[in-house]
T-cell receptor
Framework: RKEVEQDPGPFNVPEGATVAFNCTYS??????FFWYRQDCRKEPKLLMS???SGNEDGRFTAQLNRASQYISLLIRDSKLSDSATYLC??????????????FGKGTKLSVKP | EADIYQTPRYLVIGTGKKITLECSQT?????MYWYQQDPGMELHLIHY???????EKGDLSSESTVSRIRTEHFPLTLESARPSHTSQYLC??????????????FGSGTRLTVV
């Protein structure tokens, strides 16, 4: 079982739609969580960190549920420029590669006019 | 403004050649990483380093080698390039302390094609 699992998509949505991505992680000792965005043929870039209390950045809202070990990302009023692959990421506190980020395979989002 | 630099951006090279992909960061980060990624596919960790003279192999077996003689520099070397090495190689670094919440910073990558 992968340590971080995401629905690969693709999610094809019209402009203005609200779209939600979920992600589950298997290491209960995971300490930090992130969402990264990766455009085609580009490097991943940090979109936002995910806090236990949930956090919002403009149209983006991230939630963490430690009891169920899942993370979500909600994008409201989606734009064409939101089209990208979204990577769910955890950082385990313990384990052989302590402190290394664990990347999910990514969920591809395509926003259509 | 990039704080982590990779060169070259693109490299086309013949089979059997030795190549070195450069990665440098100016943030003083101890932890550095090399990932391999094919188009549309997931990231695969191939090497990482926790500081000077520290190198470890990642989750994906790779014929490449790395060195960490200086904190800011983490080059990756392929002694004899093969077409199967064609891929994008991404370098990343990670800060500790309060910067841990910022995750990794990635370089722009080197797109390698071996013909």
């Amino acid at each position: 079982r992968k340590e971080v699992e995401q629905d690969p998509g693709p999610f094809n949505v019209p402009e203005g739609a609200t779209v939600a991505f979920n992600c589950t992680y298997s290491n209960s000792a995971s300490q930090s969580f992130f969402w990264y965005r990766q455009d085609c043929r580009k490097e991943p870039k940090l979109l936002m960190s995910v806090y236990s209390s949930g956090n919002e950045d403009g149209r983006f809202t991230a939630q963490l549920n430690r009891a169920s070990q899942y993370i979500s990302l909600l994008i409201r009023d989606s734009k064409l420029s939101d089209s990208a692959t979204y990577l769910c990421v955890s950082r385990p506190l313990y384990g052989g590669s302590q402190g290394n980020l664990i990347f999910g395979k990514g969920t591809k989002l395509s926003v259509k006019p | 403004e990039a704080d982590i630099y990779q060169t070259p951006r693109y490299l086309v090279i013949g089979t059997g050649k030795k190549i070195t992909l450069e990665c440098s960061q100016t943030m003083g980060h101890d932890k550095m990483y090399w990932y391999q990624q094919d188009p549309g596919m997931e990231l695969h960790l191939i090497h990482y380093s926790y500081g000077v003279n520290s190198t470890e192999k990642g989750d994906l077996s790779s014929e490449s080698t790395v060195s960490r003689i200086r904190t800011e520099h983490f080059p990756l070397t392929l002694e004899s390039a093969r077409p199967s090495h064609t891929s994008q190689y991404l370098c990343a670094s990670f800060g500790q302390g309060p910067f841990a919440n910022y995750g990794y910073t990635f370089g722009s990558g080197t797109r390698l094609t071996v013909v």
